[in-house]
């Protein structure tokens, strides 16, 4: 499965545009990108999944280059609410247990009153 | 509220003594799976069911760990003799298999080994 790479950390004013850009280079053509977000003390949370281009719904757009190598999960106007662990994950979500992988660091957001 | 239970929330035992948490996934879902996470680091993949069949185990999974699903609902993870490196959040997490499979995570089982 392929390996990702994020920032370890970042920090965000409350009401500014947040991107976390992950780095995928070795993504398979049948894989799919996913974020999850995890609060302390809590299980993961599903966020946003695409394949290409773009894709938004009511918590954040994910933007996806042509080559796939890349991809930007973008949280817009973030509140204190959002400070939180984000990890990208890359895998084929049509085949078996594909999430059976190791989430990695992720990166950790702090938002800034 | 339908999600994923897990108990007990939080565990603390000593060292040799063995534990079993339980997960409860949501009701229609048929793949449920378990990992661990240690402080600063992400969760670990440890197993997976599909219905009650175990279909997959990490190296991480030692001869003291097992897991069940004997219905193919809830599972147990139990931990044999345990050890002070045992000591994380061991998380549940449940899906339905179709096209772009999504896990739905519950919140976790906090284990100290003393």
């Known amino acids: 499965l392929a390996k990702t790479t994020q920032p370890i950390s970042m920090d965000s004013y409350e009401g500014q545009e947040v991107n976390i850009t992950c780095s995928h280079n070795?993504?398979?053509?049948?894989?799919?990108i996913t974020w999850y977000q995890q609060f302390p003390s809590q299980g993961p949370r599903f966020i946003i999944q695409?394949?290409?281009t773009k894709v938004t719904n009511e918590v954040a757009s994910l933007f996806i280059p042509a080559d796939r190598k890349s991809s930007t999960l973008s949280l817009p106007r973030v509140s204190l609410s959002d400070t939180a662990v984000y990890y990208c994950?890359?895998?084929?979500?049509?085949?078996?247990?594909?999430?059976?992988?190791?989430f990695g660091t992720g990166t950790k957001l702090q938002v800034i009153p | 509220d339908t999600g994923v239970s897990q108990n007990p929330r939080h565990k603390i035992t000593k060292r040799g003594q063995n534990v079993t948490f339980r997960c409860d996934p949501i009701?229609?879902?048929?793949?449920l799976y378990w990992y661990r996470q240690t402080l600063g680091q992400g969760p670990e993949f440890l197993t997976y069911?599909?219905?009650?069949?175990?279909?997959?185990k990490s190296r991480l999974l030692s001869d003291r760990f097992s897991a069940e699903r004997p219905k193919g609902s809830f599972s147990t993870l139990e931990i044999q003799r345990t050890e002070q490196g045992d000591s994380a959040m061991y998380l549940c997490?449940?899906?339905?298999?179709?096209?772009?499979?999504?896990?739905?995570f519950g919140p976790g089982t906090r284990l100290l080994v003393l």
């Open positions: 997490a449940s899906s339905l298999v179709a096209q772009r499979e999504t896990q739905y």
């Open positions: 070795n993504i398979a053509t049948n894989d799919y």
């Open positions: 695409g394949y290409k």
């Open positions: 994950l890359v895998g084929d979500p049509n085949s078996g247990g594909y999430q059976k992988v190791t």
């Open positions: 009701s229609e879902h048929n793949r």
């Open positions: 069911f599909q219905n009650e069949a175990q279909l997959e």
